[in-house]
């Protein structure tokens, strides 16, 4: 039976209520994951796909409720203060959100692999814990990546898209048009659904635009965030205007909604707070776009991060040392060691003090992937236009550098292809671990 029309906020409470009941009575479920990095992406393709397909399932699907699963610890959603300036938006907040912290630790009964499904969006690969448990039962995924091959190429009735596309939400918003379309009409809005909690004293014609919008809105954040408003061309594919102008149609059929619609002030706010990470610590900051990968006995982690090295260099040693060099890859040494990677990068984004925007990246490399590293350096400078660069208050030489024999190899680039973001650094240092240049 599908999911009665009602909002957002409503649909998230039913989903972590259900989860639970469907854990504790060994019931089938169908969970919805983003990627481990758990960015805006992520979450708004996680909850509008479980949302939108679970107003109108399909007749065979594995159950008639599709449930978002944020796929990091409840803990760490304040350390992206652009979730809750979307809240405000979507008229949701993060207690109703399903995350890690919903699902059975390892060891522990409850959620057998035979008794889930999984679908995943912004990414093609369940990877980790989950994926270890859970990664053969992947029946679907809409995704903007390089194809793992990992999921099977048939996965009716669940979609399987992998294209390039500036955000997965609006390839999300592409696939599962039809069925918001079909679920507007008001045939299945529930009794007493405009009452529910949180929303408007509302009829029920009224209620379904007042949620269309709030779930408008909610997809628009990540795919403006991902394509800078549609002014990022290297960036912008026909999906994504596509969407964003279906989008505000939904938003313009709510009386309110339309009337204090700004897409740039919209833009502007959610942009902002995802910029606002002066209040993190540096482990913080590293691990708050964090992804990692295993490849042929190596272990790579990449952290995106919207400022610049020597912002992360200034966090990661506030005082005036003498020798921030040695120091910084002492500390990035100590991140690497918590999570047992042999390689770890740093991408950064920011604007330059001439408005320009710039991307850096950061390479240190234990000894088991020096060879890698070297690898990477040699044969990706020429894809991503990779300049050798110096940050200010490292006081170093641009180039690789070694602080002793045996000691962790390391790299600062300026890259010159803006277009190239961790989609497409990733595969080029996988392809490196895996010794396909060598």
Request: net charge negative.
């Amino acid at each position: 039976m599908a999911f009665p029309r009602n909002s957002l906020r409503a649909f998230l409470s039913h989903a972590k209520k259900s989860l639970r009941t469907a854990i504790q009575s060994s019931q089938k479920i169908t969970l919805v994951a983003g990627n481990e990095s758990a960015d805006l992406d992520s979450l708004t393709s996680s909850i509008l796909y479980a949302y939108l397909r679970s107003l109108n399932p399909p007749r065979n699907a594995f159950t008639p409720l599709y449930i978002p699963l944020l796929n990091i610890p409840a803990a760490d959603i304040s350390l992206r203060p652009e979730f809750e300036a979307l809240f405000r938006h979507a008229n949701i907040e993060s207690s109703h959100l399903v995350t890690l912290d919903d699902l059975p630790k390892p060891g522990e009964r409850g959620l057998k692999p035979e008794y889930t499904l999984w679908i995943l969006v912004d990414h093609n690969k369940l990877q980790g814990s989950l994926g270890e448990t859970y990664g053969s039962r992947v029946r679907g995924l809409i995704d903007h990546h390089e194809d793992e091959g990992v999921v099977p190429q048939d996965t009716d009735p669940e979609p399987r898209v992998i294209e390039k596309c500036g955000s997965c939400t609006s390839l999300v918003v592409r696939t599962l048009r039809s069925s918001w379309e079909a679920s507007t009409d008001g045939s299945s809005l529930s009794s007493g659904a405009a009452h529910a909690q949180g929303d408007s004293l509302i009829n029920g014609a009224s209620a379904t635009r007042t949620w269309d919008a709030q779930a408008a809105k909610m997809a628009l954040a990540s795919i403006l965030i991902d394509t800078a408003n549609l002014t990022a061309e290297y960036k912008v594919e026909r999906a994504d205007r596509d969407a964003v102008e279906y989008l505000e149609a939904k938003i313009s059929l709510s009386h309110k909604d339309a009337a204090q619609w700004d897409r740039t002030r919209f833009f502007e706010d959610i942009d902002a707070a995802r910029r606002d990470i002066d209040g993190l610590s540096f482990e913080d900051i590293l691990r708050k776009d964090y992804k990692q990968w295993n490849e042929n006995g190596l272990k790579l982690g990449i952290s995106s991060v919207v400022k610049p090295l020597d912002f992360i260099v200034e966090k990661a040693i506030p005082d005036a040392a003498e020798d921030k060099e040695t120091q910084f890859v002492t500390v990035v040494g100590d991140f690497m060691k918590a999570r047992s990677l042999t390689i770890f990068a740093i991408m950064t984004m920011s604007t330059s003090e001439a408005g320009e925007f710039q991307r850096e990246l950061y390479i240190q490399a234990l000894s088991a992937g020096h060879a890698a590293a070297s690898t990477f350096a040699k044969e990706a400078t020429k894809e991503l236009r990779l300049e050798d660069h110096s940050v200010e208050v490292l006081k170093g030489r641009p180039g690789a550098m070694q602080l002793e024999r045996g000691g962790p190899w390391r790299k600062i680039w300026m890259q010159r292809d803006l277009g190239k973001s961790r989609k497409q650094v990733a595969p080029l240092l996988r392809r490196a671990m895996c010794a396909e240049w060598r």
